[in-house]
């Protein structure tokens, strides 16, 4: 696998991981912030790289289900990232009644239709990595549940249950992130 790639998606992977763990941390003294909101919207973006990295790194032991749930991952990725990025970089902004207003009808399938295609597709990519055991067993097991339950729970006040779930996602690609740095090491050590 290509060596920059992987690297790139290390890094933006501990990134994303940094950018869902830290803020939550921070939010359960001060509350959702402003400063807060924008980096949480930040962090699906850079979880991208890292899930390809992931899915390039197993894909020949994860085979063709493998593939099935990277696409599915990254397609609800991309959708549920959205919505973070709308609700933590504007509805965050807006009056609390405008916001409500806003997040009814349409826009509330909308942003239930992007949770649940990213918890099918965390749950199979979390799967595909347990069969595939070429990354840390826990990480990925904790995947196939706390991505999900995140998903679901967006909806939801903020509370020290949520937050809790943002640090234990947060924590989980970090440690994904940092399982790609320790296969490259021994692949070097391997082929030296």
Known sequence: MNPTLTRLGTYCGLAAGALIALPAAVETVTGETA???FL???????????LVVLHLRQSDASGPFGAVAAVA?????GLFGGAAFMLNMGIFYL???TAKELLQGTPK??????????TAGSILFGIAM????????????VYIGALPALALAAPLPDTL?????????????VWLALSLVRDRRESALSAG
């Open 35 to 37: 400063a807060t909101s």
């Open 40 to 50: 949480l919207g930040l962090s699906p973006a850079l979880a991208v790289p890292l």
């Open 73 to 77: 991952n990254l397609l609800g990725l």
């Open 95 to 97: 009056p609390e009644a």
């Open 109 to 118: 399938v909308a942003l239930l239709g992007s949770a649940l295609v990213f």
């Open 130 to 141: 347990v069969r595939a055991r070429v990354f840390p067993r826990i990480p990925s097991l």
């Open 161 to 173: 249950v949520t937050s809790s779930l943002h640090v234990i996602c947060g924590a989980t690609l």
